[in-house]
Each structure stands twice: as C-alpha cells, then as structure tokens.
C-alpha cells in the first residue's frame, strides 16, 4: 500500500507540472501537449487508485477515457496545425 500511495503523489507532483506548462505554455502547441498529458496523468492515476482501494469497476472509466482521451489529441492536434497556416 506505500508503494501505491508514493506512486500517487508522484502522479500528483506531475499533474502541478502540467498545470504550469498549461499557463505558462507560451504556444498552443505547447498547451496542447500538456493537457493531453495531463489527462494521462490523471488517467493514472485512476488506474492506481482502482488497485489501491481493490476497485476494479474503475478501470472500465480508465478504458473509456483513453479513447476519449486519443480522439481529443486528434481533435487538438488538427485545431493547433490549422492556426499555424
């Protein structure tokens, strides 16, 4: 249980690394690839907490929130390459 629980607050510590690339970020590009990192870190931090609480109905969420998650990315990764024409 320690070794999740240290997990979880490393997950923690990346997530406020991605919060300030999201603000300081000085391109959407930039912007981008920190928030679809974000929700990686976020994913992960669900799929760890699933194992630690013995919970797994949560990783049907996780599951569902890594295609939501890719379709996003396609979705961002279009919107960025058009405002750089």
């Not at 974000?38 to 630690?52: E, I, M, N, P």
């Amino acid at each position: 249980m320690i070794l999740l629980d240290s997990v979880l607050v490393v997950l923690a510590g990346s997530m406020a690394v991605v919060i300030v690339r999201l603000v300081v970020g000085p391109t959407d590009a930039d912007r981008a690839a920190a928030l679809d990192l974000g929700f990686f870190v976020f994913l992960a931090a669900l799929a760890v907490l699933a194992a630690r609480l013995h919970a797994p109905d949560l990783l049907d969420l996780v599951l569902t929130g890594t295609l939501v998650s890719f379709l996003a990315t396609v979705a961002m990764a279009r919107l960025v390459h058009r405002r750089q024409r």
